[in-house]
T-cell receptor, first 113, second 113 residues
Framework: DSGVTQTPKHLITATGQRVTLRCSPR?????VYWYQQSLDQGLQFLIQ???????AKGNILERFSAQQFPDLHSELNLSSLELGDSALYFC????????????FGQGTRLTVV | AQSVSQHNHHVILSEAASLELGCNYS??????LFWYVQYPGQHLQLLLK??????LVKGIKGFEAEFIKSKFSFNLRKPSVQWSDTAEYFC???????????FGAGTRLFVKA
């Protein structure tokens, strides 16, 4: 157990809908990262938050947004969902801003039908 | 641009064979380097990491990796693989200045019993 909790584990939704994925980082970790893992794209970095502020952005679509709350948990919002958004979404946390080991959650498997 | 390249997407080995997975990176400045492993149906876990010092790094489960700065490489090795090493392996790099961690596309290893 990495100490990072993601909910829900599985999500099935229809195209055009909006979903929210939740991540609770390890106790004491200030950085939260979101990654998308799909068969054709591999593991893609989406976005990073550090202590409530956005710090780095990767290949995140405009339909996607995220935030980190004062209690350090984070949410990834995916809207106007398309079939191609079906993937595993991982959250990871680390103690510092960058450069240190990341601890991954079990992931949320999103299926868009 | 920052990038991580893993040379092999799929590797099939018999038990007791030796393993070497290639990883090259492009990243300005001082880097921290990681290998993560993802067993089937599980989240990513850290195998080993290099921050500084001895470029030959030993990790868990008999894995090791060598950082060759002149070649921008961080190859993963194991002298004798086991069936339980069947997994996907990800090389990752992060800047010490606090930049996002970038992952390679992953190498899927299948070890035949």
């Amino acid at each position: 157990d990495s100490g990072v909790t993601q909910t829900p584990k599985h999500l099935i939704t229809a195209t055009g809908q909006r979903v929210t994925l939740r991540c609770s980082p390890r106790s004491g970790d200030l950085s939260v990262y979101w990654y998308q893992q799909s068969l054709d794209q591999g593991l893609q970095f989406l976005i990073q938050y550090y202590n409530g502020e956005e710090r780095a952005k990767g290949n995140i679509l405009e339909r996607f947004s995220a935030q980190q709350f004062p209690d350090l948990h984070s949410e990834l919002n995916l809207s106007s969902l398309e079939l191609g958004d079906s993937a595993l979404y991982f959250c990871a946390s680390s103690p510092s801003f960058g450069g240190s080991e990341a601890f991954f959650g079990q992931g949320t498997r999103l299926t868009v039908v | 641009a920052q990038s991580v390249s893993q040379h092999n997407h799929h590797v099939i080995l018999s038990e007791a064979a030796s393993l070497e997975l290639g990883c090259n990176y492009s990243y300005g400045g001082t880097v921290n380097l990681f290998w993560y492993v993802q067993y089937p149906g599980q989240h990513l876990q850290l195998l080993l990491k290099y921050f500084s010092g001895d470029p030959l790094v030993k990790g868990i489960k008999g894995f090791e990796a060598e950082f060759i700065k002149s070649k921008f490489s961080f190859n993963l090795r194991k002298p004798s693989v086991q069936w339980s090493d069947t997994a996907e392996y990800f090389c990752a790099v992060s800047g010490t200045g606090g930049f996002k961690t970038i992952f390679g596309a992953g190498t899927r290893l299948f070890v035949k019993a």
